[in-house]
């Protein structure tokens, strides 16, 4: 059973405006590691916020964990955010706090709002957050404060964040966009990497076709919010690519 | 040449534009000495009741009284001087807590309810801050009698426009992103509020509340006029009993509780930004 299925999902950001995706459908399952890409202004970023309900879709249907994300009310809303990590372009800490503090917070889902308000997370949290910042490579820079760091150490503390939540889909939103060519080759095969050892399948939004080719089993092409491609990544090629940048290059 | 004639043209446009300017000028300045002219008059001439103004003399021995300072009322200052504190500082705290619902409803990005929350926190905030603090104790002195109780209701209410307009501006300011990753890993509103939006505008807050604290120091002080206590209570005595050098000594004392309220204000704020 796929892990996500999304289908003939519509989007307006307002009732007189254009239809930003015009029909979406597609499956993940528990060992993708899937990329979309497509233009800029494609649809790419909402796609992916719709799945978390970040933006709320005009129509269709979202399954994801077996729940209907679209007819969800808020505490279960909140329930399958918590399971679903979110890396994001521009990393989204909290730059005032601290590094562990920024990585706690991914666990905010499960901790009551005495707690969150006294910052008083479990033990088990505390310990899996030290070896998930072990993991990013960020043991050094526990306490420092989010800011302090450069952008390729942010995005790995946006990682850790998303795997304190103990993820069961990961959606990423361009994560290697604000990062020089070497930066972001490096944290690409960290995610690939980390993918693979939590077991957690991926969505991705990705500009960079190469890094796409290189890094991920499978993709999705879109262009003008219509999808263009659903496949492996081995049955990509020059000319499918062509199509769907098509508009960009005129 | 053919420039000649077009620079003449020029300089004669350039000219008159400048007498134009100059009789506008000479207009405005005209209508402002009149209008100086007509307040001095009815509100200096007509108003004083020159019979009663003494001559020079007695101007200069009245200044003398003033000056000769009585230092022998200053211990029995530090009490109400220390009443003034607690009443600006209580007043302050009660104020930062009676500001929360100005604050979250006066954010347009945070308000619940836009279109009736927001106008509700506006009109707090002018309330509080278009009505004296004099007044505000003669309304509070009403309602629950003499005393440092009004002057604290009186300092909490009028602090509660200021510190909430520069909150809520500050919590219109900030990076949504913190926001969005926040609602991204499940966390609620109040999380979200906790997490992602107070330490963004924490620093700005505190600065404003340190401000607010030590003009409240100010204010504090001379709200004893109406009888809700601290110095302005002293100050208002001596002034009934012609104790000249009293009035003058408790003057120093505010001076210098406000120079403290200043320093103290300058650290503080030093220490978190
Ligand atoms: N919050 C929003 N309100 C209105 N329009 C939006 C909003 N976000 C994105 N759009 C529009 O939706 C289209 C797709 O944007 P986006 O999903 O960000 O594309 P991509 O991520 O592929 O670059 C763009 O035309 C953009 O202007
Ligand atoms: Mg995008």
């Known amino acids: 059973m796929p892990i996500l299925s999304v289908s003939d999902l519509k989007v307006r950001y307002s009732t007189s405006g254009p239809e930003i995706l015009k029909g979406i459908s597609f499956d993940v399952e528990p060992d993708d590691f899937f990329a979309i890409i497509g233009p800029s202004g494609a649809g790419k970023s909402t796609l992916i916020r719709c799945i978390n309900r970040l933006v709320k879709p005009t129509s269709g249907k979202i399954m994801l964990y077996g729940d209907d994300v679209l007819r969800l009310g808020a505490r279960e809303l909140r329930r399958v955010r918590r399971s679903t990590g979110m890396i994001f372009q521009e990393f989204n800490l909290v730059n005032r706090m601290s590094v562990m503090d920024n990585v706690l917070s991914g666990r905010l889902g499960h901790v009551g709002n005495l707690r969150a308000l006294f910052r008083q997370f479990s033990r088990q949290d505390i310990a899996r957050a030290l070896s998930v910042l072990d993991r990013v490579g960020l043991s050094d820079h526990v306490d420092k404060r989010a800011d302090e760091l450069s952008g390729g150490q942010r995005q790995r503390v946006g990682i850790a964040r998303a795997l304190m939540q103990d993820p069961k889909l990961l959606l990423l939103d361009e994560p290697t966009s604000s990062l020089d060519p070497k930066i972001s080759r490096e944290v690409m095969a960290l995610i690939v990497e980390i993918a693979k050892e939590y077991r957690v399948p991926v969505l991705c939004n990705i500009h960079d076709v190469k890094l796409a080719m290189e890094f991920c089993n499978k993709m999705i092409g879109l262009q003008d919010g219509v999808k263009m491609f659903d496949g492996p990544t081995s049955a990509m090629n020059e000319g499918k690519l062509n199509d769907i940048y098509a508009m960009e290059v005129l | ?273």
């Open chain 2, 1 to 273: 040449m053919t420039a000649v004639p077009h620079m003449d043209q020029r300089l004669d446009a350039f000219l008159a534009g400048r007498r134009r300017g100059k009789t506008t000028r000479t207009l405005i300045y005209l209508v402002i000495a009149l209008l100086v002219i007509w307040s001095v008059k009815t509100t200096i001439v007509d108003d004083t009741d020159w019979e009663r103004l003494g001559s020079v003399s007695d101007v200069l021995a009245s200044i003398g009284n003033f000056l000769a300072i009585d230092w022998g009322l200053m211990p029995d200052l530090w009490q109400p001087a220390l009443e003034t504190i607690m009443v600006a500082t209580l007043g302050t705290v009660l104020g930062v807590i009676s500001c929360i619902p100005a604050i979250w409803f006066g954010a347009l990005n945070i308000s619940p309810f836009p279109p009736i929350t927001y106008p509700i926190a506006r009109l707090m905030m002018t309330l509080s801050r278009s009505i004296h603090e004099i007044v505000w104790a003669l309304f509070f002195v009403a309602a629950v009698g003499l005393g440092a109780l009004a002057g604290v209701l009186a300092i909490a209410v009028r602090s509660i426009g200021f510190i909430a307009k520069m909150s809520a501006e500050a919590i219109e300011d900030l990076d949504p992103r913190p926001v969005e990753a926040i609602r991204a890993v499940g966390g609620n509103e109040f999380q979200v509020f906790i997490y992602a939006i107070l330490p963004q505008v924490l620093p700005v807050m505190v600065g404003v509340i340190i401000f607010e604290w030590e003009i409240n120091i100010r204010r504090s002080s001379v709200l004893g006029l109406v009888g809700a206590g601290g110095l302005g209570l002293v100050f208002f005595r001596q002034l009934n009993t012609f104790n000249e050098g009293g009035v003058t000594a408790v003057i120093l004392a505010i001076l210098l509780l406000i120079l403290f309220g200043e320093l103290v204000s300058y650290f503080v704020r030093k220490a978190i930004i």
